[in-house]
């Protein structure tokens, strides 16, 4: 913020408002490297500023033409990168759902009209709905929310089915811990998504739609209104949408359920309802909202379409693999250099996201695994580095491609602590109304507990594993049935972690606070005192240049000697 | 959890209520809409709003309460000036958020789920929000603070105290 009015203020002082168009834009996937500003047409990127460098580029760059090089990115070699286009992070990277975020002004419809926006859905209206429904059949475009279902199927159930009022749906309830791709599309090119929905409206004979946001969600829900506002008052949303075509869009506002991405319960909390699934079929697609035909797409689904009409299912389709078409988004986060978003074809190695386009783990420590597919996911050890990102292989692997979260862990990371943590947000956010979901995922969290506290059997394990075939089998929804995965795949390739924690009473990544102890090493302290001063507890005590020795009964492993001694005489075991 | 009875609402309370009442075609698909208006007016939603709502929509007020309290982000208890809600999620637990926690409860001398005495500041564990990029994060009312350190949690908290 500072720096953009930093940037403002000498941009108007310099008379170059005429020249220079400043606009905020969504964010361009790397969050570890804000406040970035790119300059147009060369894409000039600059990084990690503060008000005065913003400064220092409107006179440089923008008025003498001269790049700032001390404030363009490095690349792992510290070497400068000139452009946005040659950065590492983005080289690899195929931008098609992205195409547009950190190009365009997304509070600007006329911008998203200059790079072709709404030329989509005024070609779509030429075409038979068949035909439409056809394209996307035949670009392979499958759901981005988790199912990965072929929207164009999905389509075409809707269109078959004769009814006085249909639906289409956006779905931005995004909650997966990890993933951030529908918040920053709709941040970041709102038009796409709304001329993608409008496009299904036509395809399936629907002339309401519904955009389902969280709250938590709050320059979302403004930005995507905006956009919204400036469609009607184009006619591209409203009442004969290029004279042929009535569709209107709406916003609904979540508010801070996670089980309200699940289809059936979003549509529930649309209607004024707690939002609680209910079995399936009838599919939504028969009976929806209001008991209606209803098509309910992802935010990144509907962010392709206008992308795919524009440039023919077969250029989508040529890129991928034989059964995941086109590219995916995923968010980068957890313990890894380039934190943010990227999009790649599907079949890219999680090798080449981690290391070369995510810059690999920071503090040179070793890459240990990564979440994929959030709490309905599972993990994915070293020995699968060279694994191609798609549906099928990540399902081989025990994990899902899901909504597109990889959480990438290293290897200070405690496994049996992670899938405690994803089952203990699946217990938060269990609905209550099975009870399979609501009272096995429970049980499954109190054994997961009582393992990273020492106290866990061999026989918890065999537990664990039953409880988790019956959720499975039994519960009611989607959340209920994937909330195992997490647990069975850190069972599957880290079993010796939680024998570690079982049967020798030891946490092997030295994180479970019941089993680890400090010790201070007699040969390295100096008696310099400062871990007495600082411990909460007063469990250290030592005659000053003597060592130390910490009383383990009053010990409460918070850590603070650790932090704190500068001769590596504490250390945890 | 009882429906929060105190009805010592003031006269603009009450308008604020009403508006948000008759803004809405009073029909169930906007029972939510309405919810988070009066929310946003009040900091919370009152048990004597619940009733306004019910009434106006002609549906039982225990249906109101309890869609209401379906959903997180209604507080029908009415808890602090602030709330403090920090990501207890996947990738803020990995990159250090425990040790925020420690530094919030240290700071404020609650645990999560209460309020402090003054009624200034509430602290809540919350679910992703979707801003993993600048982990661990947490959000003070509207505001996001990402890439936390315990150290940073004595500024942020005084910034609110001093109003």
Redesign the interface.
Known sequence: MEVEAAMKSKISALNLEAEVSLFDTG?VGT??LGPVVIVYPEGTFYVKLKPADAEEIVTEHLLKGRVVQRLLSKDADHVEVPSIFEHPFFAKQKRIALRNLGVINPESIDEYIAVGGYASLGKVLEMTQDEVIKLVLDSGLRGRGGAGFPTGRKWAFAKAVEADQKYVIINGD???????M??SVLEGDPHSVIEGLAIAGYAIGATQGYAYVR????LAIKRLQIAIDQAREYGLLGKGIFGKFDFDLEI???????VCGEETALMR????????PRPKPPFPAVSGLWGKPTIINNVETLANVPAIIQNGPFWYSSFGTETSKGTKVF?????INN???IEVPFGTTLREVVFEIGGGIPNGKEFKAV?AGGPSGGCIPASLLDIPLDYESLQKAGAIVGSG?L?V?DSD?CMVD?AR??L??TV??S?GQCTPCREGTKRMLEILTKITKGRGTLEDITKLETLAKAITQTSLCQLGITAPNPVLSTLRYFRDEYLAHVVDKTCPAKVCRELITFDILPDKCTGCTICARNCPTHAISGERKQAHVIDQSACIK?GECLVRCKFDAVVKV | MAINESCCCSAEEEAAVQAAINDFEPIRTNLIPILHRIQDELGQIPGWAMEAVADKLDIPLADVWGTASFYTMFDLKGRAKHIIRLCESPPCHITGAKKVLEALKDELGIEPGEVTEDGLFGLELVSCFGVCGVAPAMIVDHQVYGNLTPEMVPDVIAKYREG
């Open positions: 964010c969050c570890d995004e909650g997966d811990p990890g993933a951030f529908d918040r709250a938590e969600y709050p609904r506002k979540g508010a801070g359920a996670f909390s649309i209607e004024g309802m707690r939002g609680q968010a980068l986060a957890g313990n934190t943010g978003l979440q979260g959480i862990m990371t992670v943590f994803f203990e947000f938060d956010e609905c918070c």
